[in-house]
């Protein structure tokens, strides 16, 4: 008889710290008691089994895998990647197939859970179906060579956004390879209409993942009826969402959060605060926004991470870095296992040259984004000290 009860008991306990865990998560996020358990529940017919089972019970628990779970987990976030492009001509590449370019920053992402960045281009050696230009002449497409997505690897990357207006450049070539490339090294993404969300586990603890865009073949950022049902399911599911975005207007004249839908040359950007504010009502964790080329504020929202525009990363050759262009935040965020913001900080990095990121002793990325934070978002909990270190100030 023993034998069989056994076990069912490991079975049961198993199901009630994962049902437990699931309860503890939902309560954090809105802050309100644990939600009793339904009579009929398996957690409730627990306490009777155990008391028949009487002696056995120590055993049982001995057979009960323990689960390593981390108390903190970090999540580093960065912009636009474009490591180099082989088209419209080689000239556009990095020296030393671009083994140089993150050499400055990589120390950053040393020891991260998670290292995040929007890759702007397509993984593609040759050929593919070109983008069609409304004008020739200003016709910036992005190809980087197979060897790009190692660099990526190499500096830390395992988590990136295929939703930009440059994933697409070279048509359903461009995206297989793409995606065959990140899958090879384990380097997960999302973003596409194949691939919009995902999920993934690392160190025993559940990531959901999903990215949005105005742009064709991405799931939609002015779409935030689907958005939110995206979110909610990857909350049902995971233990921290986060959650990417490439919207608002371009350039040094955008810097600021408008909390209103964004038009640049005619297109719907999005409405980047209120779809932030959804995505974290809806479960997300941590939102790492880009698209303006520029930096723009940060925010803890419902004890949630939220950065608006992490700017220009790695733009190699064909990017204007000037100014604030040139300027490329590094999000390195402290969450619990749970995604609630601890702590973290805007590392600065600049582009030099032709678009090549290194550590920028002047701070002026952070200092940029304190500046902005301030003034766009005053209700905001946090302050940002000159080194660009985030405190969190509970109400
Ligand atoms: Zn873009």
């Not at 929202?301 to 990017?319: D, V």
């Amino acid at each position: 008889m023993l034998k069989f009860i056994r076990p069912i008991l490991s079975l049961l306990l198993l199901l009630l710290a994962f049902v437990a865990c699931k309860t503890q998560k939902q309560a954090s996020h809105t802050a309100a008691p644990p939600a009793a358990a339904p009579r009929d529940s398996t957690i409730q017919a627990l306490p009777d089994t155990i008391r028949v089972a009487g002696p056995a019970d120590t055993a049982v628990v001995d057979t009960v895998p323990v689960i390593p779970q981390k108390d903190s987990l970090v999540i580093t976030g960065v912009g636009d990647i474009m490591l180099g492009t082989n088209f419209p001509e080689t000239y556009y590449l990095p020296p030393n197939e671009g083994k140089d370019m993150l050499a400055g920053v990589a120390h950053v992402f040393a020891g991260a859970d998670v290292v995040f960045g929007n890759l702007e281009g397509v993984i593609l050696d040759s050929a593919g179906t070109q983008k069609k230009c409304r004008n020739p002449k200003a016709c910036y497409l992005f190809r980087s060579p197979s060897y790009m997505a190692n660099r990526l690897h190499e500096a830390g990357f395992n988590l990136l956004s295929v939703a930009n207006n440059h994933a697409g450049d070279f048509g359903p070539e461009g995206r297989a390879h793409t995606a065959k490339m990140l899958d090879s090294l384990g380097i997960h993404y999302a973003g596409n209409l194949q691939q919009p969300f995902i999920v993934f586990a690392q160190e025993g603890i559940k990531y959901g993942f999903a990215a949005f865009s105005p742009n064709k073949g991405t799931p939609q950022i002015t779409d935030i009826a689907r958005a939110t049902a995206t979110v909610a399911h990857l909350d049902s599911l995971c233990d921290v969402v986060i959650v990417s975005f490439h919207g608002g207007a371009e350039g040094s004249k955008y810097t600021s959060v408008p909390r209103a839908p964004e038009y640049f040359y005619g297109e719907d950007r999005g409405d980047v605060y209120h779809f932030a504010h959804a995505m974290v009502d809806a479960g997300a964790d941590i939102i790492f926004g880009h698209g303006p080329h520029v930096p723009r504020a940060i925010e803890v929202y419902q004890g949630r991470f939220i950065a608006y525009s992490l700017g220009n990363f790695a733009t190699y050759g064909r990017f204007n870095l000037r100014g604030v262009n040139g300027l490329a935040p590094i999000a390195r965020i402290v969450v619990s296992n749970r995604g609630e913001f601890l702590t973290g900080r805007i590392i600065s990095a600049r582009q030099v040259g032709w678009g090549v990121p290194e550590i920028d002793p002047e701070n002026a990325a952070a200092r940029l984004i304190e500046e902005l934070s301030k003034k766009d978002l005053p209700e905001s909990v946090i302050s940002i000290d000159e080194s660009g270190i985030i405190s969190y100030l509970h109400p």
